[in-house]
Nanobody, 128 residues
């Protein structure tokens, strides 16, 4: 049984940092494209950062470019999202998802509901 679990969310002041983790069991992250998505109240879900299955190509949304960094540790089967210089508009529930195919850009522009595996989300709240 596949399980994807996000952790690391919390409350932080503007300008602060958080690191989200996504641990998968029952599937190999090395064999999947991966992505971080977020949904803020009243807003559409957004693909924040995605990595292709081969791990060579990363995509970042313009809203987080230069502030967020995604990395993957295949040995630990864990995906990370380092978030620096956080802003109140980054407040959202962050989801991790895995899919066996797709480009980095394509994954981030696919509906989260159409990806094979996803977690339950972790809340990130940035206070001003």
């Amino acid at each position: 049984q596949v399980q994807v679990v996000e952790s690391g969310g919390g409350l932080v002041q503007a300008g602060g940092s958080l690191r989200l983790s996504c641990t998968a069991s029952g599937l190999s992250l090395a064999a999947h494209g991966m992505g971080w998505f977020r949904q803020a109240p009243g807003k559409e879900r957004e693909g924040v950062s995605c990595i292709s299955r081969g791990g060579l190509v990363r995509y970042y949304a313009d809203s987080v470019q230069g502030r967020f960094t995604m990395s993957k540790d295949n040995a630990k089967n864990t995906l990370y999202l380092q978030m620096n210089d956080l802003k109140p508009e980054d407040t959202a529930v962050y989801y991790c998802a895995a899919h066996p195919s797709g480009t980095a850009w394509g994954l981030c522009h696919t509906s989260l509901d159409d990806l094979d595996y996803r977690g339950q989300g972790t809340q990130v709240t940035v206070s001003s």
